[in-house]
T-cell receptor
Framework: GENVGLHLPTLSVQEGDNSIINCAYS??????FIWYKQESGKGPQFIID?????DKRQGQRVTVLLNKTVKHLSLQIAATQPGDSAVYFC????????????FGKGTRLSVIA | GAGVSQSPSNKVTEKGKDVELRCDPI?????LYWYRQRLGQGLEFLIY????????KSGLPSDRFSAERTGESVSTLTIQRTQQEDSAVYLC????????????FGPGTRLTVL
């Protein structure tokens, strides 16, 4: 929603550069991870997901990396564009089955034109 | 097709009043979720409806919060005797199935309790 992320960590990136947004998750039993993008005044939008049996997944201009050893998830955005400016959230599903997603606090990406 | 819609987009109320927030999920989506998002925070799960199963209410913060869903359509989130700490954006999402499926979010309702 609007003004979400006023106090969030911020990553500033020059337009055209690659962005890397990091997320540490909490539960070693988590089996499913998602990255969401939230623009000002809007609800979160799905970007990409990955299951725990994978360590890398690629989409269009985005790559998600999963390191289960250190419980770390990252989102890489290639050739960052002004339209990528938003707050990015990672989410984990703590156990397989019907359990709620747990969301991180988010990182604000600011693209400098 | 139409996405998830929520109303109102903004709600300002006085402390102690009751409020009702509405969510219209994507047609055909069996699962519906409510979240709360405080300023500068991530999403906090509140409640989950899946088809005709009993809802998962494990995220509701107090008995002042309740939600209903009619079949696989509209849902309402009710907050009774609102408090200032209830001020947040309330987001609704829907999916074709359960938690392992892509969630489609609505734009949220910004609630301000004075």
């Amino acid at each position: 929603g609007e003004n979400v992320g006023l106090h969030l960590p911020t990553l500033s990136v020059q337009e055209g550069d690659n962005s890397i947004i990091n997320c540490a998750y909490s539960n070693s039993a988590s089996d499913y991870f998602i990255w969401y993008k939230q623009e000002s005044g809007k609800g979160p939008q799905f970007i990409i997901d990955i299951r725990s049996n994978m360590d890398k997944r690629q989409g269009q201009r985005v790559t998600v990396l999963l390191n289960k050893t250190v419980k770390h998830l990252s989102l890489q955005i290639a050739a960052t564009q002004p339209g990528d400016s938003a707050v990015y959230f990672c989410a984990e599903r703590p156990n397989s089955g019907n359990t709620p997603l747990v969301f991180g606090k988010g990182t604000r990406l600011s693209v400098i034109a | 097709g139409a996405g998830v819609s929520q109303s109102p987009s903004n709600k300002v109320t006085e402390k102690g009043k009751d409020v009702e927030l509405r969510c219209d999920p994507i047609s055909g989506h069996t699962a519906l979720y409510w979240y709360r998002q405080r300023l500068g925070q991530g999403l906090e799960f509140l409640i989950y409806f899946q088809g005709n199963s009993a809802p998962d209410k494990s995220g509701l913060p107090s008995d002042r919060f309740s939600a209903e869903r009619t079949g696989e359509s509209v849902s309402t989130l009710t907050i009774q005797r609102t408090q200032q700490e209830d001020s947040a954006v309330y987001l609704c999402a829907s999916t074709k199935g359960g938690w392992g499926n892509e969630q489609f979010f609505g734009p949220g309702t910004r609630l301000t309790v004075l």
